[in-house]
Nanobody, 118 residues
Framework: VQLVESGGGLVQPGGSLRLSCAAS????????MGWYRQAPGKQRELVAG???????NYADSVNGRFTISRDNAKNTLYLQMNSLKPEDTAVYYC?????????????WGQGTQVTVSS
């Protein structure tokens, strides 16, 4: 199983980006998923999470600006980021608990850089 992220890049303050995280391989079931980020010199933090039933939660710093969603048919997780701020600059990682042969396993994406700067 592999998670492949895409959608990062350079954007001006106030702009938008959409991150995607596609899972491939033998997957029986999708459990909870989330997006994390890590800025230079800081610990990795949870940005947004979504359960297998669609319940979402957000960090206070992104609530109202970011939206997490999932397409179970495509095994893909998304993060729509609007009204981006310089403090959103970080490497963003997707995290998914997937049902695979042998039982549920926690997987991480490779990370995608998001830079918010004028």
């Amino acid at each position: 199983v592999q998670l492949v992220e895409s959608g990062g890049g350079l954007v001006q303050p106030g702009g938008s980006l959409r991150l995607s995280c596609a899972a491939s391989g033998t997957i029986y079931r999708l459990y909870a998923m989330g997006w994390y980020r890590q800025a230079p010199g800081k610990q990795r933090e949870l940005v947004a999470g979504i359960t297998n039933t669609g319940t979402t939660n957000y960090a206070d710093s992104v609530n109202g600006r970011f939206t997490i969603s999932r397409d179970n048919a495509k095994n893909t997780l998304y993060l729509q980021m609007n009204s981006l701020k310089p403090e959103d600059t970080a490497v963003y990682y997707c995290n998914e608990v997937l049902g695979v042969p042998g039982g549920p396993v926690n997987y991480w994406g490779q990370g995608t850089q998001v830079t918010v700067s004028s």
